[in-house]
C-alpha cells in the first residue's frame, strides 16, 4: 500500500505544481494589467475599461488554483488547539474524520462548480462587460482548483490510515 501511496503523491505532487506555477502567472496579469491601467489613464487620459476586470478574473482563477498547492504546504486555516493534547492516534483518527468531510465537500462544490462551467459553455455565456470573456473560461478554474484540493485531501486521508497503522503496530510490537 505504501508504494501505491507513494506513486500517488509523486503524481499528486506534479499536479498540484502545474496548477500553483499557473495560479502564479495568472497574478502576474493584473500587475500588468493595472500599470497599463495607470499609464493609460495617468499620462494618455484614456482609461481602460477592462483592467479591473481581467484583474478580477485573475486573481479569483489564481486563488482556485492554488488551493492545492496551499493545501499540500499545510497553509489553510486549522486549529490545532485540541487536537495537540490528543494521543496520536486519536489524533489520526480526527483527522481522518474530517478528511472525510472535507472530501465530500469538495466532491459536492466540484460537482456543482463543473455543472456551472458546463451550463456556461453550452449556453456560450460572456461576461456583460466591455470585455465579453466567455464566462466558462475563469470558471473551469473552479472545478480543476477543487478537484485538486480533493485530490489533496484523500493524500492526507492517506497519510492518516498510514499513520495509525504504523502507531497500531507499534503499540503492538
Given amino acids: 500500500m505504501q508504494s501505491i501511496f507513494a506513486v500517488y503523491n509523486r503524481i499528486l505532487e506534479k499536479v498540484t505544481n502545474f496548477t500553483a506555477v499557473l495560479a502564479g502567472i495568472l497574478l502576474f496579469v493584473p500587475v500588468f494589467s493595472i500599470f497599463y491601467e495607470v499609464v493609460s489613464r495617468g499620462l494618455f487620459n484614456e482609461p481602460t475599461e477592462w483592467a479591473t476586470e481581467l484583474s478580477t478574473y485573475c486573481i479569483l482563477m489564481a486563488g482556485f488554483l492554488g488551493m492545492g498547492e496551499a493545501m499540500a504546504r499545510g497553509r489553510h486555516i486549522h486549529v490545532d488547539m485540541m487536537i495537540s ?89
Fill in 85 to 173: 493534547h490528543l494521543p496520536q492516534k486519536t489524533n489520526e483518527v480526527l483527522r481522518m474524520a474530517v478528511s472525510i468531510i472535507c472530501m465530500i465537500f469538495t466532491v459536492i462544490f466540484c460537482y456543482t462548480s463543473a455543472q456551472m462551467v458546463y451550463t456556461s459553455y453550452d449556453l456560450d455565456m460572456v461576461a456583460a462587460s466591455t470585455l465579453r470573456m466567455p464566462l466558462w473560461i475563469p470558471q473551469l478554474s473552479m472545478p480543476i482548483g477543487i478537484g485538486v484540493l480533493f485530490l489533496q485531501f484523500v493524500r492526507l486521508f492517506g497519510e492518516s490510515v498510514l499513520a495509525y497503522r504504523n502507531e497500531k503496530g507499534g503499540k503492538a510490537a
